[in-house]
């Protein structure tokens, strides 16, 4: 049972997917810039790496019960809440400078070192807020599902393959400037990944369904035969993760340009799955009985009673 | 300085709900919030076997709160006296400490857009009073108090006698202790 | 409410206040200014309650002002149920009422005008004043359900009914077919801490109740079969030899008939009558008799059971008696009629109903323990040994569902009008298709409300009635015991709203009676009452603020001073009284109202054990249910039954089901529960929908989940004695809840 409205909902899904996505696709700018060159991504990847994160911390926002008040998050350094949203404002404005370096018309764009520099920003940063929605959730104790450091390296492994699959859509639209060796190679990197994924999410399940508490194992029983089941198992596991798999070993580039959107299209319903996955909490014996039997979610009731 | 705490007398507790009332009407509680459930495990085993208790659940007031830990505006606070609470004006609702409480004693209150608590009604307490649902309880099933104080009762129930913390394993040190009887098992 | 009112501002007066949202009546302390209850708690200093209150007691701020409430007397001006109303004044609404009254006496006599009550929580004596000033015997309430014929039987067996526990020094507490846990919360906060200082606790119940789930031992018994096991606790204290011989000796007449006549109702004979094994009926029987002094709570369950009921009231009142559980201490105890205080009965005026009247009361020539046969011939014995008789409100009833059946046949003879104060007879009287029809078929039908009940919205006029903190409370058990608790009204009524005694009191001076009504107020009719307690007070409200209470010394064994007050004047075991108005002396067997050996045709189309009308928190009877706060907790009825029982009827957890006895069908929701046999169904009392169109047909929904559709009052179901109707102990079929049968006729 799940207590609709009053726990995260799917608008912080849909952040942590941008957001994770962005972070990714900043690690792999630097990365590449660092070790490889400059101008192996798509301009249009690199700016909407930064622009992804900030249509996430944008949804987050949204979220919020009190928006126009959203500046507070910033105040309390011990909250993992605040020292993320610091990370996100630094990625992306990293990002976005970094990315002004594609474009001759600013004086800057020849300053190799201000670039690398940058580059480097790029890659810490963008490594925080591609991890840290899976520190978040892992640190909560009272989230059976989520609880644990596994629930970092899913969603790390996340951002990055749909960081991958971005940037090589985004290439696809809008070619790099100078190579695009390595972007062929993104499908790949993209492959390898998935096969990852698939390898751990099977591992996580299994992990946590015969895991350390009984709360661990109820609530993991939703994703093996439960409400979340089908859209985990067929929808993400399948179509999001499967499928690109094999598509991205093609070497048709519509049928990668096809598999990355379904590793994007996967990525935005693992996060869904996540989020509602922590619904449950450590449900008290009878807790669930007891707030089953409240009036929420009976709609006639509630307006027969509100009007 | 006091450390205040609740000690529930399961084998009391009738289930009656009282003070789910009387914490909702006192605190002027929108309907679809409430900060102390009663929620009755079982009957379990085969009828005629059978055995039922009731659970009140109230934010435990834990020394290491995660709720605090996780508030990114400062709004959720602790004091000395160990009283969790949310100062309203700072809470802009992004419910992390909802997701981050283990007791489910964190409540949005969609009138207002922030989250709310209880609070160990401390107005009352500071007062000199005892908080409504402690005031209310029938069966003196609650019972409050200073546990840095030797001589009161909540003292003597938790070092007397073998009460237990919920989800203690998850080091939140909840500072609301249940009495159970040897069989029931949380 | 509290959160932002400061209680400590100038000009806050604290009102010693009662509770009223049940029978509790708990002490409540109101925080009053200029005339407005600014808040309430509960009052530390009440000998019951202690400061507590429970989920009722907390709403009361929402209740004094509550936008559903009747404020203003209403005149129906449209078709009856259509909803369409006047306001008006009471002195006309009062006026109205009397001439059509009086027309109505003119034509039809007295006896054509009735009046049917409820949970009047305190006293109710004035309504029985002006109909006895009336003329007319056919007052009824529902207290056939509660207690009254319990009181009558046993005041038959022993002279008086053990009102008063003294459990303090009590080692053994049976809590027969009662739930303390939701019904009577001072009482199990007591029950609970005398349990931590050893008391044992039998609790009956065919639920693993609140209450079971704190007792020692529990014995689910078969609904409506606690005769079986009353007679089987007799044998087992009888031949195992667990009797009071001093007691039975000295004290008692009949015990050798007794022993003689429960000779077979052996715990095996029992045992597949009750569900329970012979080793339970055994160890429970020895653990009350030998835990001695014990106590039987009375409890309503008993009077719910029908047919059995009567024999079974007697086979527990001789439990007490051959155990010596009798007003010794820590037993059961006879505290007789209060002699230093005015009682309700004295506040009656019975002697101005003339004779002839009295032996028209209607059901009093198939149900006369109840009833002035019974009533008089008692009433007769404890103003001999007593000096005082019982109230005759409560004890003295009309037997409601004759009464409405005479509504609808005009049988023995036509009743025109109906009065109704505190009741919602629609949800709160038995078998609700006839109870309905009545209603609908009166001629004349005024109701004295706080709501716009499915019962107030079929009336022709509503009156509005003073509720909790608008009026003075004395709890005293209507003088049926010795002690007493006095509240003051926190407030004058709000609106036009007025206590009910103004009700009686004027409209009976419209009638003209009103040289019999001294006492313009009720604090002055209360006065009046206490008065001889020789306080030295000029005011009820003085006796309020500076006294309350008025706990006298107790005597025990005031039988050895006065006796008994029966013909014998000792515990007739063999009843003399029972039997000269042609019920048997001793107990006899009486299977359950419906049951598989007596109408195997019934049980075969209806395979499961009815048991209805348990309270639940949080609400009281049929009341509450607009409460928001409360409604919010409890916003659906649930009906229990056994999830093996269920699994083999493919129903699940909060499934919706139909609920079918030979009487109608009701639907409530499925909760699924260990607590209860798989044979038997529970469902709560009580529901309507008060959200939902008030207006005839619908009526708030009053005919969906209403409990009282499956209740039988079929004069062959009823309590010989007492006519009380069957609750519990029916047979019922129970399915899930579809779209087809769903549309089929009801």
């Given amino acids: 049972m799940s207590q609709k409205h009053d726990v995260w909902g799917w608008m912080l899904a849909v952040d942590f997917f941008f957001a994770g996505m962005g972070g990714g696709m900043l690690v792999i700018v630097g990365l590449l810039d660092l070790f490889v060159g400059e101008g192996r991504t798509s301009l249009l990847g690199n700016v909407l790496g930064p622009v992804f994160i900030g249509i996430g911390s944008s949804l987050l926002i949204l979220e919020l019960g009190r928006p126009f008040q959203a500046l507070r998050v910033f105040v309390n350094p011990k909250a993992i809440l605040t020292a993320g949203a610091w990370f996100m404002s630094f990625a992306i404005t990293f990002g976005l400078v970094y990315a002004t370096f594609g474009l001759d018309m600013f004086f800057w764009s020849s300053w190799v070192f201000a670039r690398k520099v940058l580059a480097a920003l790029c890659f810490i940063t963008g490594l925080v807020v591609a991890t840290y929605p899976g520190i978040l959730l892992g640190r909560h104790k009272g989230r059976p599902f989520w609880h644990g450091p596994g629930i970092m390296i899913l969603f790390l492994l996340s951002s990055l393959v749909t960081g991958f699959a971005a940037h090589s859509l985004a290439g696809f639209v809008f070619p790099p400037s100078t190579l695009t060796d390595v972007l062929g190679m993104f499908p790949k990197f993209t492959a390898g990944l998935l096969a990852f994924q698939l390898l751990l999410w099977f591992g996580y399940i299994w992990v946590k369904k015969s895991g350390g508490t009984t709360s661990e194992s109820i609530a993991t029983q939703r994703w093996i035969n439960g409400d979340l089941s089908s859209s985990f198992q067929y929808g993400f596991l399948l179509f999001g993760t499967l499928a690109p798999l094999v598509l991205s070993l093609s070497s048709s580039p519509s049928l990668q340009a096809v598999g990355a959107a379904l590793v994007l299209l996967g990525g935005a319903l693992m996060r869904m799955l996540v989020v509602r996955g922590g619904e449950d909490r450590t449900w008290f014996p009878g807790e669930q009985k007891y707030r089953s039997r409240l009036p929420k979610g009976n709609e006639a009731f509630l307006k027969a009673w509100n009007k | 300085m006091a450390r205040y705490a609740m000690v529930m007398d399961t084998r009391r507790c009738v289930g009656c709900h009282s003070c789910t009332v009387a914490c909702r009407v006192h605190n002027e509680l929108p309907l679809d919030m409430i900060y102390n459930p009663v929620v009755t495990v079982g009957p379990t085993g085969v009828f005629p076997n059978v055995r039922m208790t009731n659970l009140p659940l109230i934010c435990m007031h834990c020394d290491n709160s995660p709720c605090v830990d996780a508030c990114p505006t400062g709004a959720s606070q602790q004091r000395p006296d160990g009283i969790v609470f949310v100062e309203e004006k700072k809470c802009i609702s992004c419910k992390a400490c909802v997701m981050a409480c283990p007791y489910g004693a964190r409540v949005p209150n969609h009138e207002k857009g922030t989250i709310q608590k209880c609070n160990f009604c401390m107005d009352r307490v500071d007062e000199g009073k005892l908080p409504h649902c402690v005031k209310t309880c029938h069966q003196k099933a609650r019972i409050f108090g200073d546990m840095d104080d030797p001589t009161s009762e909540v003292y003597k129930l938790v070092n007397n006698g073998y009460p237990v913390r919920l989800l203690g394993e998850l080091n939140t040190e909840p500072y609301v202790f249940y009495i159970v009887d040897s069989e029931v098992k949380l | 409410m509290s959160k932002n009112i400061d209680l400590q501002q100038e000009g806050i007066q604290v009102k010693k206040s009662a509770c009223y949202f049940c029978h509790q009546n708990c002490g409540v302390l109101a925080y009053v200014k200029d005339g407005k209850v600014l808040d309430i708690e509960g009052d530390p200093d009440f000998p019951t309650n202690q400061g507590g209150l429970c989920c009722r007691g907390n709403i009361a701020m929402d209740h004094l002002d509550h936008p559903a409430r009747v404020n203003f007397p209403l005149k129906r001006v449209g078709e009856r149920g259509a909803g369409q109303w006047q306001e008006i004044s009471w002195d006309q609404a009062l ?36 109909m006895n000033l009336f003329g007319s015997p056919n007052g009824f309430h529902n207290s056939h359900l509660c207690w009254i014929p319990t009181f009558m039987v046993e005041t038959a067996i022993y002279g008086w009914c053990p009102f008063d526990l003294d459990l303090g020094s ?108 012979e080793e339970q009926i055994r160890e429970s029987a020895i653990m009350y008799a030998s835990n001695k002094p014990g106590n039987i709570q009375w409890g309503t369950s008993i009077d719910q059971i029908g047919k059995p009921a009567g024999a079974a009231m007697h086979a527990r009142a001789l439990l007490r008696a051959i155990t010596g559980n009798l007003d010794v201490p820590g037993s059961d105890l006879l505290t007789g ?87 919602n007879p629609i949800n709160s009287y038995g078998e609700t298709k006839l109870t309905l029809a009545a209603l609908k078929a009166v001629e004349f039908m005024v109701t004295c409300e706080y709501w716009l009940t499915p019962t107030a919205m079929l009336s022709d006029y509503v009156l509005p009635i003073a509720g909790a903190l608008e009026r003075p409370t004395i709890t005293s058990s209507y003088g049926c015991a010795d002690f007493l608790l006095a509240s003051q009204r926190a407030i004058q009524p709000m609106y036009e709203r007025r206590n009910d005694y103004n009700f009686w009191r004027d409209l009976g001076v419209k009638l003209g009676q009103k040289e019999m009504w001294p006492w313009e107020t009720v604090e002055d009719a209360y006065f009046a009452k206490i008065e001889p307690l020789g306080y030295g007070v000029e005011s009820y409200d003085e006796f309020v603020e500076n006294h309350r209470f008025h706990f006298p010394e107790r005597e025990y064994q005031k039988y050895k001073r006065i006796g008994f007050a029966t013909p014998s004047r000792k515990v007739e075991l063999y009843s003399s009284t029972l039997e000269a108005l042609g019920y048997p002396p001793l107990p006899p067997y009486i299977g359950p109202a419906e049951n598989e050996t007596d109408d195997p045709e019934i049980a075969a189309e209806y395979p499961f054990v009815l048991t209805t009308g348990g309270g639940h928190m949080p609400y009281h009877h049929s009341e509450h249910f607009q409460i928001k706060t409360l409604r919010f907790l409890s916003h659906e009825p649930y009906m229990s039954m056994n999830p093996a029982a269920a699994a083999k009827l493919s129903i699940e957890e909060g499934d919706w089901v139909w609920i079918e006895t030979k009487r109608g069908r009701i639907k409530q929701k499925a909760n699924l529960t260990q607590a209860i046999d798989p044979r038997v169904i529970f469902t709560p009392r009580g529901w309507w929908y008060p959200e939902r169109d008030m207006r005839d047909p619908e009526l708030g929904g009053c005919l969906e989940s209403n409990t009282n559709i499956l209740t039988s009052c079929d004069d062959d179901d009823c309590d010989p004695m007492s006519g009380s109707w069957a609750n519990r102990g029916l047979l019922c079929k129970v399915y899930k809840v579809t779209a087809e049968n769903e549309k089929e006729a009801k």
């Avoid at chain 3, 053994?172 to 009482?187: A, D, F, I, K, R």
């Avoid at chain 3, 639920?207 to 005769?227: F, H, N, Q, V």
């Avoid at chain 3, 007679?231 to 087992?236: D, K, M, N, T, Y």
């Fill in chain 3, 170 to 277: 009590s080692r053994c507490l049976v809590l027969w077919g009662q739930n303390p846990g939701v019904s009577g919360m001072p009482e199990i906060h007591h029950i609970m801490e005398l349990k931590e200082k050893g008391l044992k606790l039998i609790v009956i119940d065919p639920r693993y109740s609140e209450t079971a789930a704190k007792a020692d031992m529990w014995l689910p018994i078969r609904p409506g079969s606690d005769l079986a096991l009353a007679l089987a606790w007799l044998h087992v204290i009888i031949y195992e030899g667990l009797f009071d011989p001093e007691f039975t000796d000295e004290w008692c007449v009949g015990f050798g008939e007794l022993a003689e006549h429960v000779a077979d109702f052996s715990p095996e004979w029992a045992a597949p009558l009750t569900w329970l094994t």
């Fill in chain 3, 95 to 130: 006026t109205e009422i009397a001439e059509k009254l009086a027309n109505i006496r003119d034509e039809f006599g007295a006896e054509a005008v009735a009046t049917a009550g409820g949970t009047q929580r305190t006293d109710d004596w004035a309504r029985r004043r002006f």
């Fill in chain 3, 337 to 423: 009629p209060s002699l230093e205080y005015v009682t309700d009965e004295e506040m009656e005026a019975n002697d101005q109903l003339p004779e002839e009247q009295k032996a028209k009361q209607i059901g009093s020539d198939k149900f006369k323990m109840v009833t002035w046969p019974g009533y008089s011939r008692i009433a007769e014995l404890t103003k001999e040994v007593w000096g005082k008789a019982p109230t005759a409100e409560w004890m003295c009833e009309a037997h409601p569902p004759s009464v409405f059946r005479a509504i609808l046949t005009e049988k023995p003879y036509p009743v025109k009008a109906l009065l109704v104060s505190a009741t």
